[in-house]
């Protein structure tokens, strides 16, 4: 069974950053394609970026220059790195397995002054 399990949420202020944790679970960590999603209240979940086994990258355009998503393979950790938050950037944020519609518990993160 697949498991995903998010850390480093938090309340932040505008203009801060925050670094989002997902610890994977080895069998399949480097067969897949690992992304983070977000859903704010009442908004549908989007797509915030999303990682190749060989670390090409993909954002949203919400946040492209902004966040920054890695993946360490050796300890089967995927990371978002988040500066510039914005109120907006407020939701709960989940590690997934496209390929496997597998998601995280998730996160929150909340940017406010």
């Known amino acids: 069974q697949v498991q995903l399990v998010e850390s480093g949420g938090g309340l932040v202020q505008p203009g801060g950053s925050l670094r989002l944790s997902c610890a994977a679970s080895?069998?399949?960590?480097?067969?897949?394609?690992m992304a983070w999603s977000r859903q704010a209240p009442g908004n549908q979940r989007e797509l915030v970026a999303q990682i190749t086994t060989s670390g090409s990258t993909t954002y949203g355009d919400s946040v492209k220059g902004r966040f920054t998503i890695s993946r360490d393979n050796a300890k089967n950790m995927v990371y978002l790195q988040m500066d510039s938050l914005k109120p907006e950037d407020t939701a709960v944020y989940y590690c997934t397995v496209p390929g496997l519609s597998t998601w995280g518990q998730g996160t929150q993160v909340t940017v406010s002054s």
């Open positions: 080895r069998r399949i960590f480097s067969l897949y394609i």
